[in-house]
């Protein structure tokens, strides 16, 4: 299996502007997570699925975040109106029944 | 939520020296894994330790769940073993992370 896949790598852009994440889970993982990363707040969740259904996103900061998983080899995170403090590293993991999570390599968001 | 804090937060060490990394937590977890953040931000899986003792190669990991702590031991380092190394325990469904140690290994 490839793991995680995330696309971009790296984006950056303007402050005002939508910006879509995306993630590919490992093939049969029921479980999906989306996980922020900056230096004063270290790895904090943002949403959690099983089995394409949002069980929890008590850690998406506010109403410009949303995210989807329209089937189960697909999720997407999007920020709009993006801001420079969203500037981070966005993770997207899976897991599935055997407990142990995988990472992807992450996108490297930067808003100017 | 579970609270995972992890000591030392920062650790350098000459090349070939021996270290441990602690990891203690505040409630019973369904399991514990560590991970490895190179350089480039890649977060790498070591270890899925809900107990027991592993190893692999130069490393291995414990875990005492009763006692709520784990402690990862790194052997001989090496200059690639740089990074920050992660322990993120699950309680229900979600891992959450300790702030990690970075760890300098100078040639």
């Known amino acids: 299996d490839a793991g995680v896949i995330q696309s971009p790598r790296h984006e950056v852009t303007e402050m005002g502007q939508e910006v879509t994440l995306r993630c590919k889970p490992i093939s049969g993982h029921n479980s999906l997570f989306w996980y922020r990363q900056t230096m004063m707040r270290g790895l904090e969740l943002l949403i959690y699925f099983n089995n394409n259904v949002p069980i929890d996103d008590s850690g998406m900061p506010e109403d410009r975040f949303s995210a989807k998983m329209p089937n189960a080899s697909f999720s997407t995170l999007k920020i709009q109106p993006s801001e420079p403090r969203d500037s981070a590293v966005y993770f997207c993991?899976?897991?599935?029944?055997?407990?142990?999570?995988?990472f992807g390599q992450g996108t490297r968001l930067t808003v100017v | 939520g579970i609270q995972v804090e992890q000591s030392p937060p920062d650790l350098i060490l000459q090349e070939g020296a021996n270290s441990t990394l602690r990891c203690n937590f505040s409630?019973?977890?369904?399991?514990l894994q560590w991970f490895h953040q190179n350089p480039w931000g890649q977060l790498i899986n070591l270890f899925y330790i809900p107990s027991g003792t592993k190893q692999n190669g130069r490393l291995s990991a414990t875990t005492v769940a009763t006692e709520r702590y784990s402690l990862l031991y790194i052997s001989s380092s090496q200059t690639t073993d740089s990074g920050v190394y992660f322990c993120?325990?699950?309680?229900?469904?979600?891992?959450?992370f300790g702030a990690g140690t970075t760890v300098t290994v100078r040639a």
């Open positions: 993991a899976s897991r599935g029944q055997g407990s142990e999570a995988f």
């Open positions: 409630d019973s977890v369904n399991n």
């Open positions: 993120a325990v699950k309680g229900d469904y979600k891992l959450s």
